[in-house]
């Protein structure tokens, strides 16, 4: 698995290095809004789908008990979401055209579509998750991630922002099919044992605290582009920003099949009690993730330029200080994002909801008041506001293992 999603996140990066290339800054701060609210709709929407199915399939499986009422329930909710990104796609789709994307009628489609798409994927990676077929995971991110390429080889000879927009959106599908066409034998594990009903009512439970915590995750991770375009920032200066913040997320692509497999790891530790197991495994994960967050922000401060110039091209330049400062909070928010998920399987999603909501508010209230260009601010904020976050979710865990 930690194979298959570093050669995912190569994918995504060989992705937006071809986008880069073949647009201007312009135009690829245009793709860097679609990629940002796109993601950012469907992780708020559907994150927390993704994670209510992965803890509550992996704990009753752990108990010997059948899954499948809880597939069918966490479905209707999706559907009802799809439905909703619909409707408020079209009242708000004025607003968002004009705002975000300039008046193109295309990527504001693109827009809803992504999220739709995106919203199937998450609710299929939760259904793997919670049975712990690691390997479909890690098939999902890469069907993902070649396909988006592969639509993308066009721009090798064609500059195109509609192309690359279609890329962006459509490898949500190829994601989520492959998997569900693969491994239909490894998803029989979802029936079998004693059967239990799985009622909405109890998924709210975890799923709104969850969609708290998701929402001012990804206002950090993918937020920075749509931040600088509605603080009025010219579009070339948004695609800089986006190419910065991507530069360094390599950890944070291969992070996320790693994440994945956090939270129903975590659940089966707590529900069998080998808590023990769990605190060992947890401490062994941060250690590693802190030396991989020194390696990156090191090297970051050695190359970060040059290989931005060298990855993007010559109009992409930015300096070096935010570079090192955005390598340091990616340092930094792989441990958030770990200590998080080890809350959230302890069942304590709102004191994780309470502590990423002031994780989230420090981080926009600084973008706002400090001085300075657009991606210093950034860098900045996000850099302090996920170093403070190591500090209140780790208390925050101390909080939920003691009740």
């Known amino acids: 698995m930690s194979s298959a999603t570093a050669a995912s996140g190569l ?229 800089l920003v986006f190419g910065a913040t991507m530069l360094v997320r390599a950890p944070v692509y291969v992070f996320q099949g790693l994440a994945a497999s956090l939270l129903p790891n975590f659940t089966h530790l707590r529900s069998t009690g080998a808590a023990s197991r769990l605190a060992r495994a947890l401490l062994r994960l941060v250690l590693a993730l802190a030396a991989i967050g020194a390696t990156v922000v090191i090297g970051t401060a050695a190359v970060g330029q040059q290989v931005m110039s060298a990855l993007y091209g010559g109009r992409y330049t930015v300096a070096h200080s935010a570079l090192v400062l955005l390598a340091t909070a990616v340092a930094s928010y792989l441990i958030a994002a770990t200590l998080s998920q080890a809350i959230l399987a302890t069942g304590r999603a709102w004191i994780a909801a309470a502590s990423w909501l002031s994780i989230c508010v420090s981080f926009i209230t600084m973008f706002v008041f400090l001085s300075g260009g657009e991606l210093s601010r950034i860098a900045t904020a996000m850099a302090v506001a996920t170093g403070a976050g190591v500090v209140i979710l780790t208390a925050a865990l101390v909080l939920a293992l003691r009740r």
């Open 11 to 239: 994918l995504t990066y060989a992705f937006l290095i071809v986008a880069a290339r073949a647009l201007d800054p312009k135009a690829y701060g245009r793709i860097g809004v679609l990629w940002g609210s796109m993601f950012i709709g469907a992780i708020v929407l559907f994150r927390p789908l993704e994670q209510t199915a992965s803890r509550a399939i992996s704990a009753r499986l752990a108990r010997g008990e059948d899954a499948g009422a809880v597939v069918r329930s966490i479905a209707v909710a999706a559907s009802w979401l799809i439905a909703g990104v619909a409707v408020g796609g079209a009242l708000a789709w004025h607003e968002l055209r004009i705002k975000l994307f300039d008046g193109s009628a295309m990527l504001t489609v693109m827009l809803f579509v992504g999220v739709a798409l995106y919203g199937v994927s998450y609710v299929v990676r939760g259904i793997i998750g919670g049975v712990r077929w690691f390997g479909g995971y890690a098939l999902l991110l890469l069907s993902d991630a070649g396909a988006r390429l592969l639509l993308a080889v066009p721009l090798l000879v064609v500059s195109s922002t509609s192309l690359a927009a279609v890329a962006v959106v459509a490898a949500g599908a190829a994601g989520a099919v492959a998997p569900l066409i693969v491994g239909r034998a490894k998803l029989r594990a979802l029936h079998g044992g004693r059967r239990d009903t799985y009622l909405l009512s109890e998924a709210a439970g975890f799923a709104i605290p969850a969609a708290l915590v998701a929402a001012c995750d990804q206002l950090i991770v993918n937020g920075p582009p749509l931040l600088v375009a509605l603080d009025g920032a010219a579009p070339r200066t948004v695609g």
